[in-house]
Antibody, heavy 120, light 106 residues
């Protein structure tokens, strides 16, 4: 079975950094693009970032471009999101999700999410 | 940037009712449109991809249609387990989700 398990969330001060991880299992990790989608408390879904299966192509929402970095380690079957210069508006549950061989398409499997709270 | 709108923002219907949600894109996205269901406290679930293709294992009471800028999502006979928020998502230019439609039982 496909499983995605996020970790790394927590409380961080404005301007701080945090790295999220997503451990993948049950599928050939390098064959699939992956992405991050977030959801602020009581709000809708917001796409954050995506990365190709090889890691050679990355995409970001304007709201996080220049502050967040998506990456993947195929040897560890793990997706990462390095979040820098965090702001209060980055507070959300962050989901990792599997896409297809196409980087920007649909997300067919999702993790359970990890909560990031940016507050002093 | 492509903006997505959904209507209504919420609705209440009776079990067995036909429910329709519309999604509109700010520009032509051909059929690059997906639909998700999210139940409270849960991760989203893919229901429809490419505007009208039913994801494997999804009940046939769910369907989608449309192309260009206007899309429709339909539940042919609402069931109690369908209580959720439904989101459309475009992938013609990066990725954008619609604001969601919350569906309740009347």
């Amino acid at each position: 079975d496909v499983q995605l398990l996020e970790s790394g969330g927590g409380l961080v001060q404005p301007g701080g950094s945090l790295r999220l991880s997503c451990a993948a299992s049950g599928f050939s990790f390098s064959n699939y693009a992956m992405g991050w989608v977030r959801q602020a408390p009581g709000k809708g879904l917001e796409w954050v970032s995506a990365i190709s299966g090889s890691g050679g192509s990355t995409y970001y929402a304007d709201s996080v471009k220049g502050r967040f970095i998506i990456s993947r380690d195929t040897s560890k079957n793990t997706l990462y999101l390095q979040m820098n210069s965090l702001r209060a508006e980055d507070t959300a549950v962050y989901y990792c999700a599997r896409s297809t061989t196409m980087v920007l398409y649909y997300f067919d499997y999702w993790g359970q999410g990890t909560l990031v709270t940016v507050s002093s | 940037d492509i903006q997505m709108t959904q209507s209504p923002s919420s609705l209440s219907a009776s079990v067995g009712d036909r429910v329709t949600i519309t999604c509109q894109a700010s520009q032509d996205i051909t059929n690059f449109l997906n639909w998700y269901q999210q139940k409270p406290g849960r991760a989203p679930k893919l229901l429809i991809y490419d505007a009208s293709n039913l994801e494997t294992g999804v009940p046939s009471r769910f369907s989608g249609s449309g192309s260009g800028t206007d899309f429709t999502f339909t539940i042919s006979s609402l069931q109690p387990e369908d209580i959720a928020t439904y989101y459309c998502q475009q992938y013609d230019d990066l990725v954008t989700f619609g604001p969601g439609t919350k569906v309740d039982i009347k």
